[in-house]
């Protein structure tokens, strides 16, 4: 398996998508200039110059026409994916955390941090109104006295709610339309760094700082699988063609250059979905990864890190033949991974 290594940042990656046919990769890091990319061969086709602080979060819309991008100068932008030209910047009253497209790419829906005297905030904005304020805001109270992040934005299948993942651990859905509280759990003891969603949205799966990852049914928030690491997870994704997950992390970004890349633990790690056992891993960076996302076609995966890389990793026929595990081959298959995932990380050094 051998990776394309995309250089278009010059700091940490904070985000990494596909677009809906698999065929574009879209990236954002802290140096204020998302890039998009050709799946096939990681060409860079173009950047998107105009922010003003870090990109924290960007989604395209289903046929690939407009990019939204949310950043910490407290605007999401929206950009014409063909040309690169801003169309249209919607101000915030803080740093804006997450941005996701609705189910009709006509509205969308963002999340703020706290900011001065104002609260963190969930806002739904409207593409076609003439205005740039938002159609609804909703006010994220602070918990005994302390302020609360909302840290990841979806909208449920239909457009039925907007999944809210917190810092606090907790998971909330909020009815798009009253603003009202619908349903809430409560999935870690810890921040909740990521959630991610599979691409018919009937399950998700949350990265947390207390070292695991939780897989939920979608629909009634159901937990259904706990996947137990040894380092914070910053980001962790459903194949869309096979049961399993990927999960990425990593020590601390404070204390990355007192550590080796082996010590540090900087690689991609694969589970089976069912079973809840990592059976392979995929080196390569030299930080945290940040960022994780599998083609929809789940020919390829794409990673970001703190080193300011992305790595666009295409995999090789002896993964795309793997059938699950029967107990008999269970120590074959670990074997077979472990030789294939030196190669890459073997072929850039």
Partial sequence: MRPYLLQG????????????????????SKDQVPSMWRTEN????GTFHGHKGTIWDLDVDRFSRWLLTASADATVKMWACETGE????????????????????????????????????ISIFDTESDSVDPVLEIDIPKEHGKRVNATKIWWTYLN???????DNGVIRLY???????????????????????????TLFITSSADFTAKLYDAVNLQHLKTYQTDRPVNDAVISETKDHILLGGGQEAMSVTTTSGKVGKFETRFFW???EEEFGCVKGHFGPINALATNPNGLNYASGAEDGYVRLHFFDKSYLDMKDPVPEAEESIDGDDDDDDQKPAAADQ
Avoid at 12 to 26: C, Q
């Fill in 175 to 201: 009815n798009p339309i009253t603003g009202d509280i619908d349903d809430e759990i409560r999935a870690h003891e810890k921040k909740i760094n990521r959630l991610q969603m599979n691409k018919d949205k």
């Fill in 86 to 121: 801003c169309l249209q910047t919607f101000p915030h009253r803080g740093p804006v955390r997450g941005v996701a497209w609705s189910e009709n790419n006509r509205t969308f829906a963002t999340i703020s941090d706290p900011f001065v005297e104002h609260n963190a905030k």
């Fill in 42 to 45: 990681g060409e860079r086709l």
């Fill in 160 to 166: 039925e709610h907007l999944l809210v993942s917190f």
């Fill in 9 to 28: 940042h010059e700091r940490p990656i904070t985000v990494v998508k596909y677009n809906h046919d698999g065929d574009l990769l879209f990236s954002a």
């Fill in 273 to 275: 979905l069912v079973y």
